[in-house]
């Protein structure tokens, strides 16, 4: 599977990622997630949760600045109009996809600096992606279960204490 540079050498998430999900259920038409995120692996897991297509490909686009994230987002968005279907969803038909591609193509063009390399979206698996989420989601619920029932609910109550 292809790396993302999440952590910087100290640790801590670095970069600034737009990224898309593409999703799809039994040969119908393709529903697209276009959206800025921090930590698109994590992205993908919340998402997931919510979502009931069958999730094909993440491909998240590495780049040096939260505004410049901000702006390609905004720019694919009003590009692919065409294919609006619901806040940062579109959805079209697989013999589209090429066209949805282009506009997203020009617009990384745009933001491409001369002497540098060409931005490029990483592809990851989401197959593998879903393996590593269901591993650190059963990991937590063990950990849970092996804290026991009063941590269960201090977590529960998002870290409050309940009063008498």
């Given amino acids: 599977m292809p790396h993302l540079r999440l952590y910087n050498e ?57 505004d410049v994230a901000r702006l390609i ?3 694919i968005h009003l590009a692919a109009q065409w294919c609006h279907h619901s806040l940062e969803w579109f959805k079209l038909p697989v013999d589209q996809f090429d066209a949805f591609k282009a506009c997203c193509a020009k617009i ?19 197959a593998e992606l879903v393996k590593i989420s269901d591993a650190r989601k059963l990991a937590h619920f063990r950990n849970l279960r092996r804290k026991g029932a009063a941590y269960i609910d201090f977590v529960a109550s998002g870290g409050r204490r309940k009063t008498a």
């Avoid at 801590?12 to 898309?20: A, D, N, R």
């Avoid at 529903?31 to 919510?50: A, C, D, L, Q």
């Avoid at 990384?108 to 989401?126: A, E, F, N, Q």
């Fill in 108 to 126: 990384l063009d745009k933001y491409s600096k001369p002497g540098r390399p060409r931005l490029r979206w990483t592809h990851l698996d989401c």
């Fill in 73 to 75: 987002e905004k720019e």
């Fill in 10 to 66: 100290r640790g801590f998430l670095s970069g600034h990622y737009v990224y898309t999900l593409i999703c799809q259920e039994d040969g119908g038409p393709l529903y697209i997630k276009v959206g800025m995120s921090s930590n698109p692996v994590e992205r993908f897991s919340t998402i997931r949760n919510g979502n009931p297509l069958t999730a094909i490909t993440l491909a998240a686009l590495d780049l040096p600045h939260k």
